[in-house]
């Protein structure tokens, strides 16, 4: 069968800003939802390259930057070493699996 037609509406400008969500909006209402509601501390996003981790090629999930509190090496004079909840939004590159970005590295 045909699609259904399409309704045309006359959206305020304010109505369609709303329906609009760039990635930037996305990201910020995420990363806002979890600070202001849940209290996490905003964490910057580390490089995709790590300069403090020899055993990392590059970040392949937005966990890595915190390995060094999941294994009790933070050094406890970091901002770091005092997070008890975080947010961020993590750059990655996914390699392996139904998504591979190495192979466009």
């Known amino acids: 069968?045909?699609?259904?037609?399409?309704?045309?509406?006359?959206?305020?400008?304010?109505?369609?800003?709303e329906l609009e969500w760039p990635m930037d909006r996305v990201r910020s209402t995420f990363i806002n939802f979890f600070a202001e509601k849940h209290g996490h501390t905003k964490w910057p996003s580390?490089?995709?390259?790590?300069?403090?981790?020899?055993?990392?090629?590059?970040a392949n999930a937005g966990m890595n930057?915190?390995?060094?509190?999941?294994?009790?090496?933070?050094?406890?004079?970091?901002e770091m070493s005092k997070l008890k909840r975080a947010v961020n939004s993590q750059k990655c590159i996914r390699a392996g699996g139904k998504h591979n970005d190495l192979d466009d590295v």
């Open 1 to 17: 069968p045909p699609p259904p037609p399409r309704r045309e509406t006359m959206a305020s400008p304010k109505e369609e800003e």
């Open 46 to 58: 580390s490089p995709c390259v790590p300069h403090d981790d020899p055993t990392l090629l590059f």
């Open 65 to 78: 930057q915190y390995k060094p509190l999941f294994l009790g090496t933070c050094d406890p004079n970091l």
